[in-house]
Antibody
């Protein structure tokens, strides 16, 4: 089955760290750019970060740059998001998402179900 | 950053009637590189992740019912559901995907009247 499954969310104190994982299956993971998108419960979608197929190129939203690091392990078919110096406003459901496989197909054609990160004292 | 603005914020439509959602971008999403509009539409039902409906502004994703259609070019886009079904109750988002940050509209909540 083609799917993405996130894990690693939970409750963390402000200033703390967390690492999210996204396990891919059913498709050739290394063929796709990958992304993290977050959503405060009941609110809209916010793009967080993206990574090239081979991990050589990354980009992040201003709100997380310098605190969050996206990476991937193509041998393990896994995407990661290392989050440091977490803030209350980082509380959200974090989704991983797959880009289309063809050049310029930067829309997100597959999403995981998300993992909830709660930053609170 | 490209700002995406959707209207209306919420919409109530009777079953079988047409639903129309608008999306406006602060910059043109039509690029010469491939003469396409870098605009996608997603559907999100409660408790579920977003689902891709439309890309390149008007191309329907495989498996999406043909009552869903996308139109528009440049800075103004529309998602139309030709005959609303009960299972279409959801929040709909537009997104520009030309370059990061890949910004989304604020969402339009679609309900049954």
């Amino acid at each position: 089955e083609v799917q993405l499954v996130e894990s690693g969310g939970g409750l963390v104190q402000p200033g703390g760290s967390l690492r999210l994982s996204c396990a891919a299956s059913g498709f050739t993971f290394s063929d796709h750019w990958m992304h993290w998108v977050r959503q405060v419960p009941g609110k809209g979608l916010l793009w967080v970060s993206r990574i090239h197929r081979d991990g050589s190129n990354t980009a992040s939203a201003d709100s997380v740059r310098g605190r969050f690091t996206i990476s991937r392990d193509n041998a393990q078919n896994t995407l990661y998001l290392e989050m440091k110096n977490l803030r209350v406003e980082d509380t959200a459901v974090y989704f991983c998402a797959r880009e289309g496989v063809r050049a310029r197909e930067r829309f997100f054609d597959l999403w995981g179900r998300g993992t909830l990160v709660t930053v609170s004292s | 950053d490209i700002v995406m603005t959707q209207s209306p914020e919420s919409l109530a439509v009777s079953l079988g009637e047409r639903a129309t959602i608008n999306c406006k971008s602060s910059q043109s999403l039509l690029f010469d590189s491939n003469d396409e509009n870098y605009l996608a539409w997603y559907q999100q039902k409660p408790g579920h992740p977003p689902k891709l409906l439309i890309y390149w502004a008007s191309t329907r994703e495989s498996g999406v019912p043909d009552r869903f259609s996308g139109s528009g070019s440049g800075t103004d886009f529309t998602l139309t559901i030709s005959s609303l079904q009960a299972e279409d109750v959801a929040v709909y988002y537009c997104q520009q995907y030309n370059s990061p940050p890949y910004t989304f509209g604020q969402g339009t909540k679609l309900e049954i009247k």
